[in-house]
C-alpha cells in the first residue's frame, strides 16, 4: 500500500514544487504588483510561477494515476483512513478541473471566481495531505 522510496519522494518533490510554486504565484500576483506607465505592471516572477505550478501539476496528475493503482485503491478497500483519503483525492480532482478551467474560461467574473476557489483550496491542501498523513490507523474489530 505504501510507495517505493523512490517514488514517494519523487511524488513529495512535485507536490511541494506544486504548492510551492502556486504560493509563489499568489505572492507575486497580488503583493508584487509594480506601478508602471500605464498603471499596475505584473512582477516578472508571476509567469514563472505559473509556469513551474503548470508543470507541477502535470507531474502530479500523473502520480495520481500511480496513487490510485497503488495506494488510494487498496487503503480504500482496506478501510484505512478514507475520511482524509477522500478529502485529499477529492480536493485532487477539484483542483484539476478549476485549473484545467482557469486555463480556458474567458470571462473574467468566473475566472477571478475560479481563481478564489482554486487557490483557496491549493493553500489548504497541504494541510489535508498533512492530515492524512499523520490521521491514526483505526484498529480492526475482531
Same mark, same amino acid.
Given at each position: ?6 517514488? =514517494?519522494?519523487?511524488?513529495? &518533490?512535485? $507536490? ?5 510554486? !502556486? #504560493? /509563489? *504565484?499568489? %505572492? ?22 505559473? =509556469?513551474?505550478?503548470?508543470? &507541477?501539476? $502535470? ?5 495520481? !494515476? #500511480? /496513487? *490510485?493503482? %497503488? ?29 484545467? $478551467? ?41
Amino acid at each position: 500500500m505504501r510507495l517505493r522510496p523512490g517514488r =514517494r519522494h519523487m511524488l513529495q &518533490a512535485v $507536490l511541494l514544487m506544486l504548492w510551492t510554486s !502556486g #504560493l /509563489l *504565484w499568489l %505572492v507575486a500576483h497580488h503583493w508584487l504588483v509594480r506601478p508602471g506607465d500605464y498603471g499596475p505592471q505584473p512582477s516578472p516572477l508571476e509567469p514563472w510561477c505559473l =509556469r513551474a505550478h503548470g508543470l &507541477a501539476a $502535470l507531474g502530479t496528475t500523473g502520480f495520481i !494515476g #500511480l /496513487l *490510485w493503482a %497503488v495506494h488510494i485503491e487498496p487503503g480504500w478497500a482496506l478501510r484505512r483512513r478514507r475520511w482524509s483519503g477522500g478529502l485529499v483525492f477529492a480536493s485532487a480532482l477539484l483542483l484539476i478541473a478549476s485549473g484545467y $478551467l482557469l486555463y480556458y474560461v474567458g470571462d473574467e467574473a468566473t475566472r477571478a471566481t475560479l481563481s478564489l476557489a482554486h487557490w483557496s483550496l491549493g493553500l489548504a491542501a497541504l494541510p489535508l495531505f498533512l492530515l492524512h498523513r499523520v490521521a491514526p490507523r483505526r484498529r480492526r474489530r475482531r
